[in-house]
């Protein structure tokens, strides 16, 4: 059963560090998500991405953030200067013109 | 706008007694609505999805969820819960629009269930 991938699992990084998160969507699928959760918090939509261009974006999803599409396989979310409260899981999901969205396993971003 | 309420944070049961877990929706169009559930350091299962069709909706481990739109409600229920169940929950409505869909997430019911 296809499935959507994250890496890596797990990122530890200094504050004001670049990072890089990256996802491999469902092959087929249009239509690429980033959410995260706050430990102890509930999910958040960060931004919808479609035919190479973001569609919505939320207001978290400020100037140090960034998605691109570099390949026809991975989408990658850029954290340009992270912040002590980007901390967080950080979801990639896809989904088709049907609409069900599909979530990797998550990467677990520790900012020191 | 588009919000979901989980009405309780957390919910107890014994083994092999019912489950409900209770979800409202405010939606300015007619929504789509979901239940997600995330297992401990897992990422997030689809349980089962309405999108204007039946308004009971089954999902998988005998999950089930009705829309009621009078309660502008979406409970999910099991008939007998399970150990393997212990999981969070999210209720989640979005806006049908062609696949492109922005989730709202619930902020979640903790499940434990009593062996």
């Known amino acids: 059963e296809p499935e959507v991938t994250q890496t890596p699992s797990h990122q530890v990084t200094q504050m004001g560090q670049e990072v890089i998160l990256r996802c491999v969507p469902i092959?087929?699928?249009?239509?690429f998500y980033w959410y995260r959760q706050i430990l102890g918090q509930k999910v958040e939509f960060l931004v919808s991405f479609y035919n190479n261009e973001i569609s919505e974006k939320s207001e978290i999803f400020d100037d140090q953030f960034s998605v691109e599409r570099p390949d026809g396989s991975n989408f990658t979310l850029k954290i340009r200067s992270t912040k002590l409260e980007d901390s967080a899981m950080y979801f990639c999901?896809?989904?088709?013109?049907?609409?069900?969205?599909?979530f990797g396993p998550g990467t677990r971003l520790t900012v020191l | 706008a588009q919000s979901v309420t989980q009405l309780d944070s957390h919910v107890s049961v014994s083994e092999g007694t019912p489950v409900l877990l209770r979800c409202n929706y405010s939606s300015s169009y007619s929504p789509s609505l979901f239940w997600y559930v995330q297992h401990p350091n897992k990422g997030l299962q689809l349980l089962l999805k309405?999108?204007?069709?039946?308004?009971l909706v089954k999902g998988i481990n005998g999950f089930e969820a009705e829309f009621k739109k009078s309660e502008t409600s979406f409970h999910l229920t099991k008939p007998s819960a399970h150990m393997s169940d212990a999981a969070e929950y999210f209720c989640v409505v979005s806006v049908p629009n062609f696949g492109n869909e922005k989730l709202t997430f619930g902020t979640g019911t903790r499940l434990t269930i009593i062996p």
């Open positions: 999901a896809s989904s088709g013109l049907a609409g069900e969205q599909f």
């Open positions: 309405y999108t204007s069709a039946a308004t």
């Open positions: 092959s087929n699928h249009l239509y």
